[in-house]
């Protein structure tokens, strides 16, 4: 099962984070590449999960109005 990925955490520098070890920065043990992978925080900035592929959705406000649709267009055929 994979750890929970942090959001934020406090020095993600010193934190390798290509897998579910995520080793120290000077001791990496999964061998995925010759450097350590950053945090996406260190790359995208502090605010990297309230955009992307998933963003996070404001709840609708319960006590708002629902918006009215206009009443339905009937249409009447007459004989000519």
Not at 56 to 65: F, K, T
Request: aromatic letters at 8%.
């Amino acid at each position: 099962m994979a750890k929970k990925f942090p959001i934020n955490p406090a020095h993600p520098e010193r934190t390798c984070w290509g897998c579910d070890k995520y080793c120290p920065a000077d001791d990496l043990q999964c061998g995925n590449g010759s450097e350590r992978t950053q945090h996406p925080s260190e790359i995208f900035g502090e605010d990297w999960d309230s955009w992307g592929l998933d963003p996070v959705r404001p709840e609708p406000d319960p006590l708002a109005r629902p918006a009215r649709s206009p009443a339905p267009i009937s249409i009447v055929r007459t004989k000519d």
